[in-house]
Every structure is written in C-alpha cells, then in structure tokens.
C-alpha cells in the first residue's frame, strides 16, 4: 500500500503513468505507478499494471486523501499562536483589544483587565460591526442615487446639447443653402446681361467696320474724281452727287447703350439691397454673440506682493525667496503671493492667455509647484492674516496647480479638473453681463472649467495671478 506523505509526495504520486498528466480519480498500484481510473480502465482491464505488466492490486484512490492532507495543512496554518508563548489564542483582552493565550491572562501587563473567551469577543464586536452597516449602507445609498440623478441630469443636458448642436448646424446649412441659392441666381442673370452685351457689341462692331469700309472707298473714290480733268470730272457730275445723297442714310446700326444703363442701375440697386441686409444679419448675429475683444494684459506693480518678482515689461512673474522693500499702498498684496493685471471690466465680453512654467520637482526642498490664475473683484480682501481660500466668496474665481493636480478654486471645496494633456497655457473668457468665468487650453481649444453665474454686481473685474515656488506665469 502508497502511505500518506508530503504535499511534494502526494503530488508526484498523483501523474498518471499513462496519460503524463494530473490523475483524475487517481489509482495506485502495489508496484508504486500511479494512473487515471480512465485510462487504467482503457489500457488494461485484467487487473495488471499498463506499464510495467506486473499483476498487483488497486490500492486506493489518493486524491481525496491528497486533498484532506492540503486541507489539514491550510487549517493548521490559519490557526493562531501568541508569538511570545507560542499558545493559541483563545482569549481576548477587551482594555487592550488584543487575542491572548492563557498564559498570557496570568501576565501582569493584562492583571485587572476583563478577559473574555475569543468566541465571545468575535461575536460581541461582529455585533458591533453590523450595527455599523446599516447607517453606512444608508449613506452609500445616498450617494449612489446622487451618482445616478447627476448621471440623469448630464444626460439629459447632453441630449439638450446635442439638439442645439443639431438645430445650430440646420439653420446654417439652411442659410448656406439660401445663399448660394441666391448667389447662382444673381451671378446667372448678371452671365446672362454680359452674354448678351458682348453679342450685340460683337454685331454691331461688324456692322460698324463695315461701314468704315464702306465710308473709305467713298472718300477714295471722291479723292480720284477731283483729281480728273476739269471736262472729265464735269461730265457725270449729275449722277456723282445723286449717289451722295444716297449714301447720307445711315445703316441700320443697334445703340449698344440704349437702356443698358438702366439694366445695371436696377442691378446696383440689389446689389445695395443685399449688402444692407448683410449688414442687417451681422449685427444680428453679434446681438445674439456679442464679440469677444482680446485684451494685452499687463501686470499691475502697486498690487504685487513684495516677494513678486515682475519683469521689465510687466509680462512675467513669478516668485522670489526674500521680501522686497517696496512702498506701502492700499492696493498692494501684503498676505498672498498675488497680484493683479491692470485691465479692469464693467461690461463686455473679453478674452486673453496667460502661459504656465512649472520647475522640475524639487524633492530635497519639498516644495511644489503651485499658481493660480483667472479674475478677481476689486474689493477683495489684499491685507491682514486671514485663512487662504481662493473661491468665489473671496471676489476669487481661479484655476491652478495644487500638489501637483490641477483644480477649479470652487466653494466649499476645490473641485479636481481632470486634463488630457499636461496645461501649458490657459485661455481666459469673461462674459460680464452673464457672469460667466470660462477657462480653456489655449493650445488644444480643450474645456476646462465654467464659473456660472459668477456675481460681479456692478464691482470692477481684474485679471488674477497667484503664484507659488517654482511656477511662472507670462499674460
């Protein structure tokens, strides 16, 4: 008979000697080789060994008792000792919350203590845990139909916007469609006015160089007869002057500008018609999207935190390690590393870029690189110690890098932005009147983030910079 062994052993025992793979219902022979019940069934039916031809007995089926060996070795494994004792843990001490042995209960560290069996405390903290669940099953819950109304909502957004998006793209296929319907009609009945000006000019410069022909030979003809002999040229007089005559009836020759000119004058009328109504749709157009005006923005030196450090032309900045010793004004930053551009709006749709340079990543200094960009109202707060929040409460509405992400400077908490490609300038869009704050990659045309409706109340509106460590921006 096969005895039990080691996991190794069992393994090795279990490869049939027929098939070379794993045994299924394995069977063992007295002369040690090993086979699928199967394939001992298909090679041999007397009870002899397929391999080697030696007459034995079946002695057991081993992978039931390869997998209670497993088993057992699992479970024994899964069982816990106290590692100063090497005891089961069968206790548990609820001052200190931890398994003991029961050497450990007669320890002077657990004296005092209330000690209960480990079936006990499993079961008393199970009970605890399952209290837990409820109320965090209740707010999993929340947010998991929060997660799918605002899943709703963006989809039904989405479809809105796509039927815009349909309905915007219908009308100017429409207006494309008039007007190159109306272009190839106008163009048409101008080819058709030119056609026929060049026909009736092309017949009439045949008619008129045929009577320049005409006129010549008679002026030859009236050279050579004065020219003759005073008898000579007396003598058909008569019939000389009689041809004359004749001659003085015009032939028929079309007047090439009778009524042209009142042709292209009705043309030109349309043609003003046309242009009025261009106009009339221009301005329309602009009702309904006013014109985005870029501004040059420059930096404003009386707001800059003295740590600023601007360039010659006020169009970079970024930020020193020691405080400069500048004036003292109301209007400078004396908290926050910040300053403001010198462009201010009360009205108007506007637009302009700001560029971002982040440093390599210092580790050794463990500073990272931080900045913030966007618009600011005028009566933000510059002075005093205050708690550092950059959001609309603050007259802030910003974007920027903080700990390496970058985040829309939202209230109560930032809101993360997540980006397709690393930010290398920013695009800045401000609708006063619809207080709207939009930000965009500048290189990509990508979206980025809308504050809206952002309450500006009249207050005058600057460009915002914040800038940390190893960042620089350029407007």
Known sequence: MATGGTDRELCDETICSFCLESCRDAVILDC????????????????????????????AKVKESAKEHQESNRTKEKRKVCEKHQEPLKLFCKDDQISI???????????????????????EYKELIKAQLQPLEKKRQIVVDRKLAEELRSQECLTQLEEEIRKLKLAFVQMHQLLETTERFRLAQLGDLRHMIEKQQQGNAAKLSEKISHYTNLITERKEKCQQPACEFLEDIKNTLNRYEKEQVEHDVVDLFLGLKDILTI??????????????????????????????????????????ILSQDLKNVRKGDLEQELPVISKRFDVRPCVLGREKFTSGKHWWEVEV????????????????????????????????????NERIWAVGMISGEVVAFTSPERTPVPLR???????????????????????????????????????????????????????
């Open 421 to 475: 490609h690393k930010i290398r300038k920013i695009r800045i869009c401000l609708d006063y009147e619809k207080g709207l704050v939009e930000f965009f990659d500048a290189d990509t045309g990508d979206w980025i983030f809308t504050f809206s409706p952002a309450t500006f109340a009249g207050e005058k509106i600057y460009p915002y910079f914040w800038v940390g460590y190893r960042s620089r921006l350029k407007c």
């Open 32 to 59: 040690g080789h090993c086979f699928c019940q199967v394939c001992f069934a298909q090679a041999n039916r007397d009870i002899s060994c397929p391999h080697c031809g030696e007459n034995v007995q079946q002695l």
């Open 267 to 308: 043309y030109s009328e349309k043609n003003s018609v046309l242009e009025k109504s261009m106009e009339n749709f221009k301005e329309s157009l602009e009702a309904l999207e006013p014109t985005l005006y870029k501004v040059d923005v420059t930096l404003d030196p009386d707001t800059a935190h003295p740590r600023l």
């Open 101 to 123: 042995c029961l050497v450990c209960d007669k320890a002077k560290e657990h004296k005092n203590h209330t000690i209960i069996p480990g079936e006990e405390a499993a079961q």
């Open 357 to 392: 340079e982040v440093e390599d990543e210092d580790h050794e200094s463990g500073k990272e690189a931080m900045w913030a960009l966007g618009v600011a109202g005028e009566s933000l707060r510059r002075k005093g110690k205050f708690s550092f929040r950059l959001n609309p």
